[in-house]
Nanobody
């Protein structure tokens, strides 16, 4: 049973930074793809960043390019999302996800991910 647990959310001022963590347990870590999605208030869930580690493929939504970085620590079975230069429009619940056998073009497709965390709230406000 794959389980994901996000942490690291909170309240931050515009221009600030946060690092979200996603602890993954119970899965075959070396064969998965990981992603971060977010759901702003009153809006649908949207893709933020995704990685197909075995192929070295990483994709970012245009909204986060140059500001967000997805990475992982294999020894800790943890995936991270480093978010810099945060804006009020980044306010959302952030979710991490795990999928198997994804092709690179599928990284942004929420339906291709089989396991999800509960989410962590990020609020960017002065």
């Amino acid at each position: 049973q794959v389980q994901l647990q996000e942490s690291g959310g909170g309240l931050v001022q515009p221009g600030g930074s946060l690092r979200l963590s996603c602890a993954v347990s119970g899965g075959t870590y070396g064969t998965v793809s990981n992603a971060w999605f977010r759901q702003p208030p009153g809006k649908e869930r949207e893709f933020v960043a995704g990685a197909r580690w075995s192929g070295g493929n990483i994709r970012y939504a245009d909204s986060g390019k140059g500001r967000f970085t997805i990475s992982r620590d294999v020894a800790r079975n943890t995936v991270y999302l480093q978010m810099n230069s945060l804006k009020p429009e980044d306010t959302a619940v952030y979710y991490c996800a795990v999928g198997y056998n994804l092709r690179s073009p599928e990284l942004a497709s929420a339906g291709r991910y089989s396991h999800w965390g509960q989410g962590t709230q990020v609020t960017v406000s002065s």
